[in-house]
Nanobody, 112 residues
């Protein structure tokens, strides 16, 4: 069955950097677009970034200067690098293959 497993979430301080990972299995990873969403407490899940099978990327406009998405098809892994983290980045981060499959989420907390 399809699985997406996120990791890398942590409690960090403002200004820190963090890289999240999501390993996919049960589908042909390289053929699918992949995305990262986040959901803060009491808010709707929102797109952070996505990467096409071609490698083309889209990042939410408000995060363009701090976020990079990448993929390693050989490792069936998609990454989300976040720099200069802010308290408003606190959320649960999910990855998806845009086929109705989601991971369980990984928590990021940014606090001084």
């Amino acid at each position: 069955q399809v699985q997406l497993v996120e990791s890398g979430g942590a409690s960090v301080q403002p200004g820190d950097s963090l890289t999240l990972s999501c390993v996919g299995s049960g589908f042909t990873f390289s053929n699918f677009p992949l995305g990262w969403y986040r959901q803060a407490l009491g808010k709707q899940r929102a797109l952070v970034a996505l990467i096409q099978s071609t490698g083309a990327t889209t990042v939410a406009h408000s995060l363009e200067d701090r976020v990079t998405i990448s993929r390693d098809n050989a490792q069936s892994t998609v990454y989300l690098q976040m720099n200069n983290l802010k308290p408003e980045d606190t959320a649960t981060y999910y990855c998806t293959n845009f086929r109705g499959n989601w991971g369980q989420g990984t928590n990021v907390t940014v606090s001084s």
